[in-house]
């Protein structure tokens, strides 16, 4: 109805340093000012507030403060950075288990756009490595008791 208040809800993204986090916060500039997005779910008003977190081990003792409150979390990670992708099942779900349990979890791979990157690719085969793929990121979503997985560009 007109006039309604808007729900609010807190989103907290947490990650790997340089991973995609803010990058998909800022992918629509237009849309998501200084972190906030009002929309309709459902035909009703809702805000909802992105709390972009540091991923770097500098931060660990800080970021926990973050968490509080949180209606949904999302766990990213970098589609070509085999580390950031183990570090969801070593480091980000225990952290969220711990400080948000029973919040909804969505895992979100980053950067995909860099799945089909030449240079990429080959400093991956270089490696041994490649890309984490769509089926590894929705069997970890799995492993994480993830409501879902989603995946998106570094491109706008």
């Known amino acids: ?27 629509v500039p237009t849309v998501f000012e200084k972190y906030t997005a009002s929309l309709q779910l459902a035909g009703k008003p809702v805000k909802i507030h992105l709390w972009d977190t540091a991923g770097q081990e500098d931060y660990d003792r800080l970021r926990p403060l973050s968490y509080s409150d949180a209606n949904v979390v ?16 070593t480091k980000w779900y225990p ?20 799945r089909q990157d030449q240079e990429v690719l080959q400093k991956l085969k270089d490696g041994r490595m490649e890309p984490v793929s769509r089926q590894q990121g929705e069997a970890m979503a799995r492993q994480v ?3 879902s997985y989603m995946e998106c560009s570094a491109r706008y």
Request: net charge negative; proline share 5%; glycine share 10%.
């Open 1 to 27: 109805s007109p006039g309604a208040p808007e729900t609010e809800v807190k989103a907290v993204i947490v990650g790997d340093g340089g991973c995609g986090k803010t990058s998909l916060l800022v992918y």
């Open 74 to 89: 999302l766990i990213c990670f970098d589609v070509t950075d085999s580390n950031s992708f183990d570090n969801i099942l």
């Open 95 to 114: 952290e969220v288990n711990h400080f948000c349990k029973g919040v909804p979890v969505l895992l979100v791979g980053c950067k995909t756009d860099l």
């Open 145 to 147: 008791r993830a409501v």
